[in-house]
């Protein structure tokens, strides 16, 4: 059972019978009222963000989530199967579910699943991932004093924003949460 002071950033708490994660917690005293603990709440499932004040009462229970390995193997359609790498079993996930990650999975890429009382919720690919330039325009010369910067398409179809130098098969490092380009790899 956790209370108010064990609400800090990254902390899954059930509430309302669903998980959620606390994204921002600050503990404020009122003038002559009690402490409350102002927290933002991202929902593991939804990925809706809500607001919420806790008294100094108030108990919650750890969700039922547990972190397995997966391995993608293919995408149909608008669903991605994975496979658990310790018990072999598979299923799917849609585009929604994953979000802006999935323009990010090639065939072997593995990541980490989070399962919330037996069904898979979100999918957490590494913070950066190695992917090759399908796809690159000719380098344009010009005014490139602020440093230039071009579009390119990767072997996994998503667009990025690169410097002038990357080239069709050159490797580069991709921000999985932000969908920036990082480095060449």
Do not use: C, W
């Not at 809706?48 to 989530?65: A, M, R, T």
């Amino acid at each position: 059972m956790l209370d108010i002071n064990d609400l800090k950033i990254g902390t899954n708490i059930e509430y309302n019978g669903e998980p959620y994660t606390v994204i921002a917690s600050q503990h404020v005293k009122l003038g002559r009222g009690g402490a409350v603990q102002q927290t933002r709440l991202k929902n593991l499932i939804k990925g809706n963000v809500l607001s919420k004040n806790f008294k100094g009462n108030d108990k919650f229970q750890e969700p039922d989530i547990t972190k397995n390995k997966v391995q993608f193997l293919y995408k149909d359609s608008k669903i991605f199967y994975f496979m658990d790498e310790t018990t072999y079993e598979q299923f799917g996930l849609s585009q929604k579910e994953i979000g802006l990650k999935a323009q990010f999975f090639k065939e072997g890429t593995s990541a980490d699943v989070l399962i919330f009382k037996g069904q898979p919720i979100t999918i957490d690919l590494p913070l950066k991932v190695a992917l090759e330039v399908a796809d690159a325009p000719p380098d344009v010369r010009g005014d490139t004093a602020q440093g230039g910067t071009k579009q390119v398409t990767l072997e996994t179809g998503a667009k990025l924003t690169v410097p002038l130098f990357i080239k069709k098969g050159d490797k580069v490092r991709v921000n999985t949460e932000t969908g920036e380009y990082v480095e060449r790899a």
